[in-house]
């Protein structure tokens, strides 16, 4: 049974980065064919991909996200994480951290992190 678990701050101020990670059990982020997604959903709004890194190292970005989000891996942790920088209040959001493979739906997800950008 694949678990995925999200950490992070549950604050953060205007203009800071938001850091947040993602700890995978019960399975390798590194086997093929797998891709490890970030998704957030902002308060009354549906859910928005954010960019996801696939079990070779490749990342993949929201073009509308990319000029400010960075995503890595640490395989020896089994963790990969999500950075978005210079963040606004309209980031405010649960962010999911989830796993799908190739392009098939996502099969497993995190629980979910509120996470508000508030000074």
């Known amino acids: 049974q694949v678990q995925l678990q999200e950490s992070g701050p549950g604050l953060v101020k205007p203009s800071q980065t938001l850091s947040l990670t993602c700890t995978v059990s019960?399975?390798?982020?590194?086997?093929?064919?797998?891709?490890w997604s970030w998704i957030r959903q902002p308060p009354g709004k549906g859910l928005e991909w954010m960019g996801a890194?696939?079990?070779?190292?490749?990342?993949y970005y929201s073009p509308s996200l990319k000029s400010h989000t960075s995503i890595s891996r640490d395989t020896s942790k089994n963790q990969f994480s999500l950075q978005l920088s210079s963040v606004t209040p309209e980031d405010t959001a649960v962010y999911y951290c989830?796993?799908?493979?190739?392009?098939?739906?996502?099969?497993?997800w995190g629980q979910g992190t509120q996470v508000t950008v508030s000074s």
């Open positions: 890194i696939a079990y070779d190292g490749s990342t």
């Open positions: 989830a796993r799908a493979e190739g392009a098939a739906p996502y099969d497993y």
């Open positions: 019960g399975g390798s982020i590194t086997t093929s064919y797998y891709y």
